[in-house]
């Protein structure tokens, strides 16, 4: 069949993956696993089973084959609009996997359906999904359309689908009219919801153009503070003796990116500046606003209410604070955190947590003896590296 030249709708279209695999930017951290990991007997056989399949026929091999399944594996496929309650078993008990028949982006309140599965789940069972990506519908849109016409396309689709959500003032609108169905997430944004409802990712993999995930219950859902997805984010950061504070920041990451902390250490290593070398959380805004260090502008805030100096240790997420020996901890949190940290004062910057935590170590000691004298010295030394040597924010 000849291939339209302008279809309606580009991403309806199921002729645009010719190839077997499509592999997002970052998504090498988790693409493999040795099925018999898997502690399910009905996910591990599912996994097997479906391996290379699209979609839909993942779908179809499901509905054949779920008599075959123990009761404690759901089929969740209600097809009207999200919201719908996951049913409870009938002695009560939970179940021990979820496989959610529908993409995530077709689910209204997705967080509220994933703190709903948590809760429907053993410890330690599991949920089982997909979700076409933001990535995803960029590639079908310039692969599908005229060049020319898939910017403008692909303009219009980012603004509605990306900007209108995100903003308070607009996101009324961008609900009202499309009822929450065929959002556009990005896969780090799905991975933080995953980490926000209390899962861990055990398996992620983009294949025919879908983004499939397994995902481990972990723990209860995270109730306390809200994801941000506006331009200035509110991160919940470790100060001094140990209190947590509220620091400003340009937004530079992807919604949901700060509960993905702790799976990023597992897969990526830190680079120089004790940051995660090659951190795809962060967007291509974000990258330009860290070179110029504008993004921590809005740290000023936080300094003129007495919560941070201009220099001192980098106010970190409990997530890494907790990556820190207990030494160290009771150490730095006897100091305000600072603008400018003292790796950049270094003149070979640090490359591991270790020498991270040696270098933060020296300027805490010193800082406590001679507090005025050890941050005027750091002040200066910073600025000559970053005027110099041109470091810049990670």
């Known amino acids: 069949m000849r291939r339209p030249l302008f279809p309606l709708d580009p991403l309806k279209e199921q002729y645009y993956y010719p190839r077997k695999n499509f592999t997002e930017v970052g998504s090498e951290g988790c693409d493999t696993i040795d099925p018999e990991s898997i502690e399910d007997e009905d996910v591990r056989k599912m996994f097997v089973a479906v391996e290379g399949m699209p979609i839909k026929q993942v779908y179809r091999w499901c509905l054949d084959h779920r008599n075959e399944f123990a009761p404690t ?19 009560g008990e939970p179940y021990h996997a979820i496989l959610v028949m529908r993409p995530l982006h077709t689910i209204y309140e997705l967080d509220v ?5 948590n809760r429907h789940l053993s410890d330690g069972g599991y949920l089982v999904c997909n979700c076409r990506t933001s990535s995803v519908k ?8 005229p060049r020319g016409i898939n910017r403008i396309y692909y303009g219009f689709h980012y603004i509605w689908h990306r900007v209108f959500p995100k903003i308070k003032a607009l996101k009324g609108i961008y609900f009202a009219v499309t009822k929450g169905r065929n959002r556009t ?15 861990e990712v ?15 219950k972990a723990k209860e859902p995270i109730t306390e ?38 799976y990023v250490y597992q897969h990526r290593r830190l680079d120089k500046t004790g940051k995660f070398y090659h951190d795809y959380r962060v967007n291509t805004l974000g990258g330009i606003l860290r070179k110029t260090w ?30 820190y020996t207990p030494e160290m901890q009771q150490l730095r949190i006897q100091t305000k955190p600072g603008l400018l940290p ?9 490359e591991t947590l270790e020498e991270i935590q040696e270098s933060e170590r020296r300027y805490v000691e010193a800082y406590l003896k001679h507090p005025l004298r050890t941050d005027w010295k750091y002040f200066w030394g910073i600025v000559g590296n970053i005027l110099i040597h041109h470091k810049h924010s990670h």
């Open 342 to 350: 003292p790796l950049y004062y270094e003149k070979k910057q640090p």
């Open 294 to 323: 504008l993004d921590e502008l809005p740290m000023v805030v936080n300094m003129l209410k007495g919560e941070m100096k201009l220099v001192g240790v980098r106010p970190l997420s409990r997530q890494f604070f907790d990556l």
């Open 185 to 199: 997430f990005h896969r780090v944004e799905i991975l933080g919801r995953m980490y926000h409802a209390g899962f």
């Open 202 to 216: 055990v398996y992620e993999s983009t294949i025919h153009g879908e983004f499939r995930i397994i995902a481990r």
């Open 138 to 145: 960029k590639a079908v849109i310039y692969r599908v359309l």
């Open 225 to 262: 503070g809200t994801p941000s997805s506006s331009p200035i984010a509110k991160l919940n950061r470790v100060g001094k003796d140990g209190k947590m504070i509220t620091v400003y920041k340009f937004r530079t990451m992807y919604s949901y990116s700060e509960y993905l902390q702790e």
């Open 113 to 117: 359906f994933l703190a709903n599965a």
């Open 73 to 91: 594996t759901l089929f969740w496929d209600i097809r009207n609009n999200g919201g719908d309650p996951i049913p409870s078993r009938e002695n």
